[in-house]
């Protein structure tokens, strides 16, 4: 998975991510592109936002990771998102804005596809619909 600094454009990066949330179980009518300034929503079933998810080229750079976090934040609490989602294809950071004002305290946890680990999979679950969600 390679992003644009490795030749991979931006929009593509957000491809990989509708890749992921589709093998998660989610619908293509749950997932919408470029909704105003969000790079990626994710709806519920009753079409309310459930996720926003931040794009970036890497969040290996902490300064991108800093915008990411900023804008994906401020876009979920513009539509009521819980969940937010910085991402670079790769790299995955879960927050949920009903746990606190901080955040630390709303950081649910990261993990990278490409060094899955089994622990990692709590946080994937938090990203695959649930039953009336």
Same mark, same amino acid.
């Given at each position: 998975m390679k992003n644009k600094e490795?030749?991979?454009?931006?929009?593509?990066?957000?491809r990989l991510v509708e890749k992921f949330l589709l093998l998660l179980g989610h619908s293509e009518?749950?997932?919408?592109?470029?909704?105003g300034r969000i790079d990626v929503r994710v709806n519920d079933t009753t079409e309310q936002?459930?996720?926003?998810?931040?794009?970036?080229?890497?969040?290996a750079d902490r300064k991108m990771l800093d915008d990411a976090r900023r804008k994906g934040f401020d876009y979920a609490g513009q539509v009521g998102a819980p969940l937010v989602v910085l &991402?670079? +294809?790769?790299? %995955? !950071?879960?927050?949920?804005? &009903?746990? +606190?004002?901080? %955040? !630390?305290?709303?950081?649910?946890?990261?993990?990278?596809?490409?060094?899955y680990k089994k622990k990692d999979e709590r946080l994937i679950d938090m990203l695959r619909p649930k039953a009336g969600r």
């Open positions: 490795e030749g991979r454009p931006e929009a593509d990066t957000r009518k749950q997932i919408v592109f470029e909704v936002p459930w996720a926003v998810c931040e794009v970036k080229r890497s969040l &991402t670079d +294809g790769d790299r %995955y !950071e879960i927050y949920d804005r &009903t746990k +606190g004002t901080k %955040y !630390e305290t709303q950081l649910c946890g990261k993990f990278q596809l490409t060094r």
